[in-house]
């Protein structure tokens, strides 16, 4: 029997999908995507490529992958367009044996892009019309997929040929023994029924947005796993406890490309070492601006400077309740390298009263102070490790310090952004 394997984010997003879906790839028959539109992003690096995706599943640059884009996604067919011709000028040639897309997905116009970036920015959306297309779908006056490609655009010609029952195919594929690997987009905390809302995405990306998003029953689901960041990431607007530093400070910073034209490559190492230094006396800002830079903390899709704060426990035990997690993956952890001291935020505090699950009242979150515990830090660079048992000591300690407060087993760590850079704990799961 086949393995149908969900990724999900179980932070704020950008928890590194990209990287670990094309890592576990290779074991995988179909790739696919069940939710959200061209507001996520995945960067992938193959022997130092980068490929940047928003809509296509990251297994597309496996030649011998089917990559699925699911009825539970929008699509914004220029982006996705892109996106293809982009591949095939890079020698890959995209046909319905490498991507399929839901007859039932519906469809990204100009109008809602326009309404998006009207009315969008108070919440902080990327302005690609993502909401007012789930929104119209709801009220059941969207465009799908199917409709879309009969209209004489040169996009729905493109993409004709790739539209399908997508539900038949999958299940089909399920049945028949093969393994699928469904890639998340966004995370836990952004989800709209779960998340910290309003400031949330419009879909359901958590584990069952799997389900609904593809047409598959959830019991046909074998394992649930959730990549978190050795550190905790948000972009945006809303909520965020253990942030160091202010949104507002955050602002004010130039995005990395502007720095690095700025500053040059040794501009750069200078004011990361005087960013160590400051870190390492405890500033809170220049502890996140430090994560920010070690980390390329930018985003993919909008080239923010994304919001950096120590590990969230209480955040990362309610992704484990709400997706029933099998297992979590830690990425970035080479991040941290050179911090004295790491912090995980293992409760909160509001009011004078000690909070230890994850409050869903906005008011109280919005009063929650994180309480801390310490751990000793490391100096040395991971990059190069390949086994659990080469990292630092503090490296490995901080890692089974995780897995006993999040109460599930932690089955790979990253350590890097190539395929290389991944240290496998438990491979039962994959």
């Known amino acids: 029997m086949g393995k149908v394997i969900s990724i999900v984010g179980g932070q704020w997003g950008d928890e590194g999908k990209g990287k670990i879906v094309d890592f576990l790839t290779e074991k995988a028959d179909i790739v696919a995507r069940a939710t959200g539109g061209n507001n ?67 469809v990204i116009t100009q109008g809602q892009i326009e309404e ?69 987009a966004q995370g836990t905390l952004l989800d709209i029924d779960h998340g910290t809302y309003p400031f949330v995405t419009s879909s359901n990306p958590t584990a069952g947005g799997s389900c609904t998003g593809l047409g598959i029953g959830p019991t046909k689901i074998t394992g649930v796993h959730a990549i978190m960041k050795a550190y905790i990431t948000r972009v ?57 830079l070690n980390g390329m903390e930018y985003g993919t899709t909008t080239g923010r400077p994304r919001r950096c704060g120590w590990f969230d426990a209480v955040v990362g035990k309610y992704s484990v309740m709400i997706n029933g997690l099998s297992s979590v993956i830690i990425t970035k952890l080479d991040v941290l390298s050179g911090l004295k001291t790491i912090k995980i935020c293992t409760a909160y505090k509001a009011d004078n009263t000690k909070i230890s699950s994850f409050p869903t009242d906005m008011n109280i979150l919005n009063k929650c102070e994180p309480v801390y515990e310490e751990l000793p830090g490391w100096e040395e660079d991971l990059t190069n490790i390949s086994k659990f048992e080469d990292l630092p000591k503090n490296a490995q300690n901080y890692i089974r310090r995780l897995e006993k407060i999040l109460e599930v087993p932690i089955s790979i760590v990253s350590v890097g952004p190539k395929r290389t850079e991944t240290i496998i704990l438990k491979d039962m799961f994959f």
């Open 40 to 106: 996520a992003g995945h960067t992938v690096v193959v022997e130092n490529q980068k490929f940047k995706f928003h809509l296509l599943p990251s297994g597309i640059i496996h030649k011998s992958k089917l990559n699925i884009c699911g009825n539970g996604m929008v699509i914004d067919p220029k982006v996705i367009v892109s996106e293809i011709e982009t591949l095939e000028e890079q020698d890959f040639k995209i046909t319905d044996k490498q991507l399929n897309i839901s007859k039932n997905a519906h």
């Open 236 to 292: 945006g607007e809303g909520v965020f406890p253990t942030e160091l530093g202010t949104y507002e400070q955050i602002k004010k910073e130039d995005a990395y490309n502007d720095l690095k034209e700025t500053l040059g490559e040794e501009g750069l190492k200078q004011l990361r070492r005087r960013i160590t230094l400051k870190a390492n006396e405890d500033d809170a800002y220049n502890q996140g601006r430090l994560l920010r």
């Open 116 to 184: 998006d970036l009207a009315k969008g920015g108070k919440i902080g959306t990327t302005g690609r019309g993502i909401g007012p297309c789930y929104a119209a779908k709801i009220a059941r006056t969207g465009k799908r997929m199917i409709d879309y490609i009969k209209e004489s655009t040169k996009e729905g010609k493109l993409l004709k040929p790739l539209v399908k029952d997508t539900y038949l195919i999958i299940n089909n594929a399920i049945n028949s023994g093969k393994n699928i690997l469904i890639e998340g």
